[in-house]
Structure formats: structure tokens, C-alpha cells
Nanobody, 114 residues
């Protein structure tokens, strides 16, 4: 069982920045950040693999950066130029090597005011 603890959410004005952190209980092959806005489906924001390979949703490319510190078992999501449409609960996920099962964190609220 992988434990994930997210932090860093909050309220920010449009154009501002936030950095989310996700501490995992062990080293993970693949980390993802997802988000879910009220009344909308959960969507993938960004993914990072054990090396440096990353994937981003088109809506956040150029504004968000996913990174990881393997020594700290932590993954980050740096969010810049935030927009009101980025408002959502953000979830961290973890997937072990050679599996398809994702562990989920409890979520952290990000609210961007216009």
C-alpha cells in the first residue's frame, strides 16, 4: 500500500503561482497529477516517469511543470500563470513498476480568483 500526502494548495489570484507537493511512502515508477473541477470529470494534468519523461495536458503546457525528487520520494507540480479555469481539487497518483494500478492521494484544493 502506497501512502500519498499532498500539500501546497490554496487560493491565488489569476496570473499567480502555486507549487503542489506529494510525498510518497516509497519510491514510485510513475507519478501523476490529476484534477477535478466541480461538475466536471477528473482529468489528467501531468505525468512523470522514473527518469525525466513527462507528459502534459494541452491546457497546462508551458504553464505547469512536473518534477520529482527521488531522494525525498516527492513529486511536485509547479503551476504558473494560473487561470480561474485551473480551479479544482488536485490529486497526486502513484503507480509501481509493471503495474497499472494507481494509488491516489486525498486531494488538495486549488482556487484561482479572477
Amino acid at each position: 500500500q502506497v501512502q500519498l500526502v499532498e500539500s501546497g494548495g490554496g487560493l491565488v489570484q489569476a496570473g499567480g503561482s502555486l507549487r503542489l507537493s506529494c510525498l510518497a511512502s516509497e519510491t514510485i515508477f510513475r507519478h501523476g497529477w490529476y484534477r477535478q473541477a466541480p461538475g466536471k470529470q477528473r482529468e489528467l494534468v501531468a505525468v512523470i516517469f522514473s527518469g525525466t519523461t513527462t507528459i502534459y495536458a494541452d491546457s497546462v503546457k508551458g504553464r505547469f511543470t512536473i518534477s520529482r525528487d527521488n531522494a525525498k520520494n516527492t513529486v511536485y507540480l509547479q503551476m504558473n500563470s494560473l487561470k480561474p479555469e485551473d480551479t479544482a481539487v488536485y490529486y497526486c497518483t502513484a503507480r509501481k513498476w509493471a503495474t497499472t494500478y494507481d494509488y491516489w492521494g486525498q486531494g488538495t484544493q486549488v482556487t484561482v480568483s479572477s
